[in-house]
C-alpha cells in the first residue's frame, strides 16, 4: 500500500506537490484552510450521448492523450462525471476545516451537474461567480466569453477579509500558457487576497501547470498540489521556482 511521501514530487516553504491520482492521495492529506481548482468537466461536446460511454474513469487511465495530452479529457461521460464528482466533493469535505471555501471552475454545460455533485457531498452553495474573459471564443451564435467559479463551503462560509468584491470579475485569458486550461495567476491571486489569510493552506487536487500555487506563494500563502500527469508536475516546479512575481500575469479588473 502506497504512503503519502510515495507520491512527493517536490516540496519547498510554501508549496508541496503530489503527482498521482487525487483519489489515492486526497484520502491521506491533512485538513487545509481552503481548496481552489478547475475539475476535468469535460464540455467539449453538446450532449452527454457525444460522449463515451465508459461510467468512471480508471485510475491512470488516458482518454484522447494524442489530442488533448491531458487526462480526462472531452470523452468523461456525464455519468462518470457525476460519480466523479460526487466522490471527490466528500473527499472535500472531510479535509476542509468548518467555515472553509471551495471555489471550483465550471462552465455552462456542466454547472447543474457540478453544483448537483458538489450539495451530494455535504457542502453549501453560497455564491457563483462569473470569470469574464474580456473576449469571446471561437463558435457561433452567443459566443461564450464567459466560466462559471462556484464558491461553496464546509458548512456556513468563513466571511471574506473585505466586502467590496462583487461576483464578475473581469480578467484577461493569458498567452502562451503551458496547459490547455490553464487560468490567469491575477484571478486566482483575487479569491485568494480576499477569502484567506497569510500562512493558509491552499488545496488544488488538479493541479494542472501549477497556477493555484504560484497565486499562494505571491501571497504568503502554502499550498498542496496534486496532478496526475508528471510533465505539469515539472512545469509548475519551474513556475515555483522563478521569481515570486509570474511574468504572464494579466491585468484584472473587478
Known sequence: MHKLKDYLFYQDDWAT??????????????????VLTDPPYSSGTRQATDRVASNIPKRGERWNPERSGIIWDTSFSTFGFSIFMNWFYRQIKNKLESGGHVYSF??????????????????????????DKGVYAL?????????????????????????????????????????????????IEIILTYASEEKNTILDPFMGSGTTLVAAKNLNRKSIGIEIEPKYCEIAVKRLRQEVFDFRRTDAQI
Open 17 to 34: 506537490i503530489y503527482c498521482g491520482d487525487c483519489r489515492d492521495i486526497l484520502p491521506m492529506l491533512e485538513p487545509v484552510d481552503l
Open 106 to 131: 465550471i462552465d455552462w454545460r456542466q454547472y447543474p451537474l457540478l453544483t448537483l455533485s458538489i450539495e451530494s457531498g455535504g457542502l453549501m452553495i453560497n455564491n457563483v461567480i462569473v470569470w
Open 139 to 187: 463558435g457561433g451564435n452567443y459566443r461564450s466569453q464567459h466560466e462559471f467559479i462556484v464558491f461553496a463551503s464546509n458548512g456556513p462560509a468563513r466571511r471574506l477579509n473585505e466586502h467590496d468584491l462583487g461576483n464578475v470579475i473581469q480578467c484577461k485569458r493569458i498567452s502562451g500558457a503551458d496547459h490547455p486550461t490553464e487560468k490567469p495567476v491575477d484571478l
